[in-house]
Structure formats: structure tokens, C-alpha cells
């Protein structure tokens, strides 16, 4: 019998520790290169011309089928599935029943009785869970689920979809050359089926950092054939394809909060136990990383709640769901505040020139994406040393021209302009993630700005969507 994520928690003596020292560093993009041209040209191109993001190979997708599954979904899930109909989708967000939130990922209805959930692992297990667990009257859900796994953990390398984004300001001039006609007016997170190149694509509107554009995919066999014509297409409208270093950044202008850690790893209530006694020390929760300055006394130190990611406009009591009772609590509670931070030119200069010193050294920064383990949680402080918050996601715009992170932090202590400080690098010269080098701790101004940071993304998302800048990154 295989190993279960509870025995494997319980074979550890602090699980912070063991989180922070596992051997693995920040999510990997394969299936592409690095880059295609430079990062810096890449990140440029979705701001000023058109970009193709290939997103056939990272993310996990389970196709849940059945007569219940609407209301499966629906009862794992916090937000609304008021008029959530064929062709259409919407992020699904997932907390446990003590209210913390698992993770997202986008939420597809293709026919009757038929969805898939496309994205990172936890929220997609969690409803693996839920499929075989009894429903609250004891009796089974009446659904199927089969889940393609993603590239890196497969050894045909053969997916059920591929799966394409492109955005951009020029993206809809592109896709309507591929198509040879005007592509159709859908709103946002509406769905149809287009034609390219003579095979059926369904398409996704939606946006990234504020710009138009479609999520596009079919059946593997299709990949080469839609992807060619996209690439054709592009030629005259500047389409550049972006790389794996590019990607994971797009996230700092849009500002959606892609690392919550899945609070999987304590809560008593008999569903959380039989949750860990179902997953395998080898699932998402075993086998991620946590990085960064922040350490707490507890692994509950990581735990965030919907409102504290910017996703408390979509909690909906409207309907029966895991943790309801939780978050009914703790609506009405003070809760962070997701915001920008835009370091300090001077001082991230101060930092990157340590490294060209003999003696004492600050945490690297790659570019563009600085993060290095999954989960990355660095400690946000008042100039006068106050602990504030959090920042989990760091790294360079160059659209913006500065390094930027995702923070959430006090809202008492939230005012545009005022400046704060980033606590850069991990306590006592380091963990042992093959990622972190010996380095110290050293403080980084930095600004309190909004969230998105792109001027573009703050006026061209839809009203409902401004404040979860859920985009291309997933």
C-alpha cells in the first residue's frame, strides 16, 4: 500500500520545516523553450503587439462528467453558479471546510452534464476527492472524473488538448486571419466553437494584464495544424511566442495571486482527515515547496482566506458549499488587503550589486521571474520594523521597468504611494532548496501601489474581475 500524504506529514517533526526545505524549487513551464527570442522582447509583446502562450503542457485537466456533476461543483466551490450554463466558464475557487482557500483554476462547461477544470493540482484532487467522498446525506455522487495529467508527470507526452492563449493588442486581428473572418463578439468568459485552418477550436474570451484575447484548444491531434496557422496568421501583427522565463511574470501586471499555499495539511474536521488519508504523499501537497523570509510558528501562519487574495467579491451564499459556516464567520472580520509593491530602484541596484562582493551576499534575483520555490512568502514591514504582511510573488516588468511583487498586507496600513519595506532572502543564510545559495537577509524599499500595476489591466477588466487579474498565467 502506498504512502499517504498523513503518514508522510506524520513522519515529519515540524512540517514548516520540512515544507521549506524540499527539493524542489519554483514551478517548471515544459513543452517550450526559455525563450524564443528574449524574455524582455516576449514580456514587451503582449503590451504592444501579440503574443502566443502555449499552455499544452503545465497544467492539469479533469474532465468531471455525470448527472451531478453541476452540483458537485457547486457544492465545493465558493462562488455562484447562478446562471452558469453550456459554453461558458469561470474560475472555481475551493476552500476547506475551516474557510482557507485549496487554490483556483478556470472552471469549463462544454455540454450537458460535462465540465473540466484546467490548472494547478490541489483544487483539481480536491474534487477528485469529493467525486468518491459521500455527499452530505451520505449517499454517492453520481459523476465519473478523468484527469490528463500534465507533461511532466506523464511518460508519452501525448495530451488529451492543447491548449493555446493569445493576447494582445493585435490579437484579434490575429486570430481573424487564421480564421479568414471576423471572429465572433463574445463577452468575456463566453466560449464558442471557431473554425482554424479547417478544425473545430473551441475559444475562450478573456483577457491578460488588461488586453483582449482567447484561450484556444481541441483535440491534441489538431496541435500542429491550429498552431501553424496562428504563427502564419501572426506574422504581419508582430505575434510573438513567449517562453517559459516570460510566462510565469505576466502575473505581476495583472496581479493574480497564482501561489496560495493549499491549506491541506491540518484542520480536525473528518473530511480534512479522510482527505489526507486519501492523497498520496507524492500528490501537490507533498511534494511542494515554501520559500522566503516569512516563516510562522505554525503551517496555519500560511493559510489565506478568499477575501485575503482579492476573491471576496466572488464568495456567494447562495447556495450550500464546503466551508459556508467557515466563511460566514469571517466575512465580517478584518482581512489583508492584495496589493503592489513596487521596489526601490536604488536599493534592489544596492542589492544586485552585492553580488559582484567577496563578503556578504543577498538573495539572488533572477529575471524576470525571481521567485524560487513554489509557495514564496516574504515578510512586508513598515519603515519602523512593524511586521505587515506578505508579498508572494516577485519579479521584473519590463513594460513596467521595475521589479514588482504581489503582496497582502494590513489594510490599516494600506495608502497608495507610502513606502514599506521587503525583507529579501531566507533567515539563517538559507534553507536547503537546491534553489537558495548562502546568502543574508537584507530590507528592500519599496511603494504600496495598486492592483493590477498596468494602467491598461485597471481599466479594461471587467468590473468583476479587477480584483482577482485572473489571466494567461495559470
Known amino acids: 500500500m502506498s504512502e499517504t500524504l498523513q503518514q508522510k506529514l506524520d513522519a515529519q517533526g515540524n512540517i514548516v520545516d520540512f515544507l521549506r526545505n524540499q527539493q524542489v524549487g519554483p514551478n517548471v513551464y515544459p513543452g517550450v523553450p526559455a525563450e524564443y527570442s528574449n524574455w524582455r522582447n516576449e514580456q514587451r509583446a503582449w503590451a504592444k503587439t501579440a503574443v502566443l502562450f502555449n499552455q499544452s503542457y503545465h497544467m492539469v485537466e479533469l474532465y468531471v462528467r455525470g448527472p451531478e456533476a453541476f452540483q458537485l461543483l457547486e457544492y465545493t466551490a465558493i462562488n455562484s453558479f447562478k446562471n452558469f450554463t453550456v459554453n461558458k466558464a469561470k474560475q472555481y475557487v475551493p476552500v476547506t471546510p475551516d474557510g482557507y482557500v485549496i487554490g483556483d483554476v478556470i472552471l469549463f462547461y462544454l455540454a450537458e452534464n460535462e465540465f473540466s477544470l484546467v490548472g494547478r493540482a490541489p483544487a483539481i484532487e480536491w474534487v477528485e476527492f469529493h467525486a468518491q467522498y459521500p455527499k452530505p446525506d451520505g449517499s454517492k455522487w453520481n459523476v465519473t472524473v478523468e484527469r490528463d495529467e500534465r507533461t511532466a508527470m506523464r511518460t508519452d ?19 481573424e486571419k487564421a480564421m479568414g473572418q471576423t471572429p465572433p463578439d463574445l463577452k468575456f468568459f463566453n466560449m464558442a466553437h471557431i473554425d482554424i485552418a479547417g478544425k473545430d477550436v473551441i475559444a475562450l474570451r478573456h483577457g491578460m494584464a488588461g488586453q483582449p484575447g482567447y484561450e484556444l484548444f481541441g483535440p491534441w491531434e489538431d496541435y500542429a495544424t491550429v498552431h501553424g496557422a496562428l504563427v502564419e496568421a501572426g506574422k504581419e501583427f508582430g505575434l510573438a511566442l513567449v517562453g517559459g522565463r516570460a510566462y510565469s511574470s505576466n502575473t505581476l501586471e495583472s496581479g493574480w495571486l497564482p501561489s496560495p499555499l493549499p491549506a491541506f495539511y491540518t484542520g480536525d474536521s473528518q473530511m480534512m482527515k479522510d482527505f489526507r488519508a486519501w492523497a498520496s504523499a507524492n500528490s501537490y501537497a507533498g511534494m511542494c515547496s515554501i520559500g522566503g523570509s516569512y516563516v510562522p510558528d505554525s503551517i496555519e501562519g500560511y493559510y489565506l482566506t ?62 524576470p521571474s525571481a521567485v524560487y520555490a513554489m509557495h514564496p512568502f516574504d515578510e512586508v514591514r513598515t519603515v519602523d520594523g512593524k511586521f505587515i504582511g506578505v508579498s508572494t510573488w516577485v519579479g521584473y516588468s519590463s513594460n513596467e521597468g521595475k521589479m514588482l511583487t504581489l503582496a497582502m498586507i494590513d489594510p490599516d496600513e494600506v495608502e497608495m504611494g507610502k513606502e514599506v519595506k521587503l525583507v529579501w532572502g531566507e533567515p539563517n543564510g538559507g534553507t536547503s532548496k537546491p534553489t537558495v545559495e548562502p546568502h543574508v537577509q537584507t530590507e528592500i524599499k519599496a511603494v504600496i501601489s495598486p492592483v493590477p500595476y498596468s494602467n491598461v489591466a485597471r481599466t479594461a477588466y471587467a468590473d468583476s474581475w479587477r480584483a482577482t487579474g485572473v489571466g494567461a498565467n495559470r
Open 306 to 367: 478568499p477575501w485575503d487574495i482579492g476573491y471576496g467579491h466572488i464568495v456567494k451564499f447562495d447556495h450550500d458549499f464546503v466551508g459556508r459556516e467557515a466563511l460566514e464567520k469571517m466575512k465580517d472580520q478584518k482581512h489583508k488587503q492584495k496589493v503592489t509593491l513596487a521596489l526601490d530602484n536604488e536599493d534592489m541596484t544596492r542589492v544586485m550589486s552585492s553580488l559582484f562582493a567577496n563578503g556578504d551576499r543577498a538573495k539572488y534575483f533572477e529575471f
Open 157 to 175: 507526452g501525448v495530451r488529451k488538448n492543447y491548449r493555446f492563449q493569445l493576447q494582445g493588442p493585435n490579437a484579434m486581428k490575429v486570430l
